[in-house]
Nanobody
Framework: QVQLVESGGGLVQAGGSLRLSCAAS????????LGWFRQAPGKEREIVAA????????YYADDVKGRFTISRDNAKNTQYLQMNSLKPEDTAVYYC??????????????????????WGQGTQVAVSS
C-alpha cells in the first residue's frame, strides 16, 4: 500500500517553469523506482522521466530532455519534476508513479507504464502561448 499525492500543477505561459512534487505514504520502507508520465487530450499516456532508487540514473523522453529534471528525496519520500522552458505541447495531465522492485533490479529506471503499480491522481499542467 503506497499512496501518492501530487502538487504543483497549474497554468503557465510558454517559457515559464513549474515544479511538480509527489509525496508518498504507506509502505515506503522499500525500494522504489520512480517516474513521471503525462497524457494529453486525445493521446495515450507517455513516459516523461524516470529515476532509479539511488537517484544515480535517469531517463528522459526526447522531447523534454534538457528542459525537465527528475529528482528524489528518499528521506522525505518525495519525488520532483522541475519543468523549465515550457511549451504549449507540454500541456497534459501529469502523473507520478512508483515501482516497487528488489534492490538488484533498481539499478536502472523503470520506463514502462505497465510496470508501475502505484500512481498519483494526476495534476493538470497547461501551457499557454
Amino acid at each position: 500500500q503506497v499512496q501518492l499525492v501530487e502538487s504543483g500543477g497549474g497554468l503557465v505561459q510558454a517559457g515559464g517553469s513549474l515544479r511538480l512534487s509527489c509525496a508518498a505514504s504507506g509502505r515506503t520502507a522499500s525500494t522504489y523506482n520512480l517516474g513521471w508520465f503525462r497524457q494529453a487530450p486525445g493521446k495515450e499516456r507517455e513516459i516523461v522521466a524516470a529515476i532509479n532508487w539511488s537517484g544515480g540514473k535517469t531517463y528522459y523522453a526526447d522531447d523534454v530532455k534538457g528542459r525537465f529534471t527528475i529528482s528524489r528525496d528518499n528521506a522525505k519520500n518525495t519525488q520532483y519534476l522541475q519543468m523549465n522552458s515550457l511549451k504549449p505541447e507540454d500541456t497534459a495531465v501529469y502523473y507520478c508513479a512508483a515501482d516497487e522492485v528488489p534492490p538488484s533490479l533498481a539499478i536502472r529506471p523503470t520506463t514502462q507504464a505497465g510496470d508501475y503499480a502505484y500512481w498519483g491522481q494526476g495534476t493538470q499542467v497547461a501551457v499557454s502561448s
